[in-house]
């Protein structure tokens, strides 16, 4: 029996839906997730209780269409692959938090690095 070590989100960790392109593999859309909790989102997935969901996460058409009918989020698997992202909003506050479960989201934007492009991740 796996033990929960859940606890709530911090304010601070931000997860949303990145759509790429299958046929170029580019990123060409990325939808808010709302409301959402790690836990919620463990139990679509079927990920385990103690998973902080922190890297990036394959959403296939079932766990989609569950999350349009309870969000306001569009799917078009036929032209995209998804992933739900982790980021953190706030990396200073993310680093005394001691990050979420012992982990650390990258944050949301690098304005250190001008150009800088998200790619698709292997699934």
């Not at 990920?47 to 989020?73: K, M, S, V, Y």
């Not at 001691?98 to 944050?107: L, T």
């Amino acid at each position: 029996m796996q033990e929960k070590i859940m606890r709530h989100d911090p304010k601070w960790l931000m997860r949303e839906v990145e759509g790429f392109s299958k046929e170029t593999g580019e990123l060409v859309s990325i939808q808010s997730i709302g409301n959402w909790t790690t836990e919620a989102l463990q139990e679509l997935l079927n990920h385990p209780p103690n998973e902080p969901l922190i890297d990036c996460f394959p959403i296939h058409e079932e766990a989609g269409r569950e999350l349009g009918q309870l969000d306001t989020l569009a799917f078009d698997f036929e032209n995209q692959e998804y992933f739900i992202s982790a980021y953190a909003t706030d990396s200073v506050r993310c680093k005394e938090d001691g990050g979420f479960i012992g982990q650390f989201p990258p944050p949301r934007e690098f304005p250190d690095l001008p150009g800088l492009t998200r790619i698709k991740p292997r699934a």
